[in-house]
């Protein structure tokens, strides 16, 4: 299976190859590359489709140290190196897209376009964070038990067949693996007043049953990026691009099109 060295870790890639333009996607927090199949499964008879599993998630071989959104970045441009990308189109789903306007604020000269599925910029308000942060605190105290795990899975998928698969992925993995990933989410900065220093041409997709992010956020997140024309609403909940696939496909498959013309 294909792994890369990179800051101290082993990062899990899947690399559709050929030599279409290249489109790098991360995934949220709780999934992993695995969610991107549609995507995939979409884009790569045109383009060269990058999937990874961040830290603490999915196959990647995680030291469980600190870390933040920064440098999930600077993963994510490490694995560009590794695979000898000078650029590429990069994005994300969730903290997918929280790790992607970082890579943009870092390397801007790298990042020909940005992805954002149901994501956004800012901090979660004190409702929010709480209520996560009890989430996080029973998972760690318990595990993922029926209750949560069911709860957390409507929240984030909402989908009878796809929801028993990601629960299975969940009660595989040791409780103690949320501790650093949870951190990270909990204690990420705010870089909406930076939003202004990302120039490249935007895609903002988000669903419209999604509760996790709510839509006013992509909203001003959108509208903070010079190059989005504003947000394609899907329907859908958090993983509107696991769950309802086809509108999603079409938009990015639109915008990229876009890029070339």
Known sequence: ?????????????????????????????LMDHEMFAPQVAALRDQYRVVTWDERGFGLTEFDGQPFTYWDSASDC????????????????MSQGGFLSLRVALTAPERVSALILLDSGAALDTPEQLAGNQGMVDMWLAVGPVDDL??????????????????????????????????????????????????????????????????????????????????????????????????????????FLAGLSA
């Open 1 to 29: 299976m294909p792994h890369a060295a990179i800051n101290g870790q082993s990062i899990y890639f899947e690399d559709t190859g050929g030599d279409g333009p290249v489109v790098v996607l991360g995934h949220g927090f």
């Open 77 to 92: 441009l490490g694995l560009m190196d590794h695979l000898g990308l000078d650029t590429a189109v990069v994005g994300g």
């Open 149 to 254: 795990a069911n709860t957390v899975a409507t929240v984030i998928i909402d989908d009878a067949d796809e929801n028993p698969k990601w629960i299975a992925k969940w009660k595989a993995t040791p409780k103690e693996a949320l501790t650093e990933p949870a951190r990270c989410l909990l204690t990420r900065d705010d870089v909406s007043p930076r939003l202004g220093e990302i120039t490249c041409p935007v895609l903002v997709v988000h669903g419209t049953d999604d509760t996790a992010i709510p839509m006013e956020v992509a909203e001003a997140m959108a509208a903070a990026l010079v190059g989005c024309g504003g947000v394609v609403k899907v329907s859908g909940a958090h993983a509107a691009n696991l769950t309802n696939p086809e509108p999603v496909n079409a938009a990015i498959l639109d």
